[in-house]
């Protein structure tokens, strides 16, 4: 029995979505975690816990779950509600870092910073592969590569 009458591609498209956001998410803790790594020599005089940072991060993420009803609903404002939800991410992965990690504001938004760098730098890398990543982060959404 086929689901959703006939075909099976909007289920490799379910796949694909998540394997998409997963390698995305991937990349934005890969530089976050790097940033914070090679600068815990500098600034932090104990070793910070990743694990705790981790879990910070990933319940900080919780505003992405808002996708889901933009892109249900899909009106003429859903990129600015994408943008919007972004921003809303974004300031509480910032605070995670900061609380979790007792660091500055400054240390906290370099590593948000380089998060996104990694991100885009993955998402800019497989689109010249002209692999199909989509992202919803305007900052590389609106170019054409």
């Keep these: 029995m086929k689901p959703f009458g006939g075909g099976?591609?909007?289920?490799?498209?379910?796949?694909s979505f998540i394997f998409h956001f997963l390698l995305e998410q991937a990349a934005y803790f890969t530089g976050i975690f790097t940033?914070?790594?090679?600068?815990?020599?500098?600034?932090?005089?104990?070793?910070?816990?990743?694990v705790l940072l981790l879990k910070a991060l990933l319940l900080s993420s919780y505003g992405k779950l808002l996708l889901i009803?933009?892109?249900?609903?899909?009106?003429?404002?859903?990129?600015?509600?994408?943008?919007?939800?972004?921003v809303f991410v974004l300031t509480s992965n910032f605070q995670a870092i900061r609380v979790t990690l007792n660091v500055s504001r400054k240390l906290s938004f370099l590593a948000i910073l380089?998060?996104?760098?990694?991100?885009?730098a993955m998402v800019y890398?497989?689109?010249?592969?002209?692999?199909?990543?989509?992202?919803?982060?305007?900052?590389y959404k609106s170019q054409d590569f």
């Design 8 to 15: 099976y591609g909007l289920d490799w498209d379910i796949h």
């Design 125 to 139: 890398f497989f689109q010249r592969m002209e692999w199909a990543v989509g992202s919803d982060c305007a900052i």
């Design 69 to 86: 009803p933009a892109v249900i609903w899909e009106h003429d404002y859903t990129p600015l509600c994408l943008r919007l939800i972004k």
């Design 114 to 120: 380089s998060g996104l760098l990694v991100e885009s």
């Design 35 to 50: 940033f914070l790594w090679v600068e815990r020599p500098l600034t932090v005089k104990k070793t910070p816990n990743f």
